[in-house]
């Protein structure tokens, strides 16, 4: 299974973007989905998680209420869009799949990982 993350770039403080997971096959569509980051010099954090039927989403405590994930699964692509970006989400997002039908906040639950996209906020 590919990932394929893509939207990152350079944004002003208060400013949104979306990025975008594609998967290189609908395996993705039976499994949860998530989205992690990681600041230099810090270790990958949990984002958000959505499960394979977009029934039930996480999020991380730091973007509850600023970022939405969801999912197509017609287009085996996951999206989180960010809002009220701060410069303490400057980082490289990664996308990944589940190895279960459900999101975790553990990344060792899995089993694929994209290339990771950056997310730069100025401030």
């Known amino acids: 299974v590919q990932l394929q993350a893509s939207g990152g770039g350079l944004v002003q403080a208060g400013g949104s973007l979306r990025l975008s997971c594609a998967t290189s096959?609908?395996?993705?569509?039976?499994?949860?989905m998530g989205w992690f980051r990681q600041a230099p010099g810090k270790e990958r954090e949990f984002v958000a998680a959505?499960?394979?039927?977009?029934?039930?989403?996480l999020y991380a405590d730091s973007v509850k209420g600023r970022f939405t994930i969801s999912r197509d699964n017609a287009k085996n692509t996951v999206y989180l869009q960010m809002n009220s970006l701060k410069p303490e989400d400057t980082a490289v997002y990664y996308c990944a799949v589940a190895r279960s039908s459900y999101g975790s906040t553990l990344d060792t639950q899995y089993h694929y990982w994209g290339q990771g996209t950056q997310v730069t906020v100025s401030s």
């Open positions: 959505i499960a394979w039927n977009g029934g039930s989403t």
């Open positions: 096959r609908r395996t993705g569509s039976n499994n949860g």
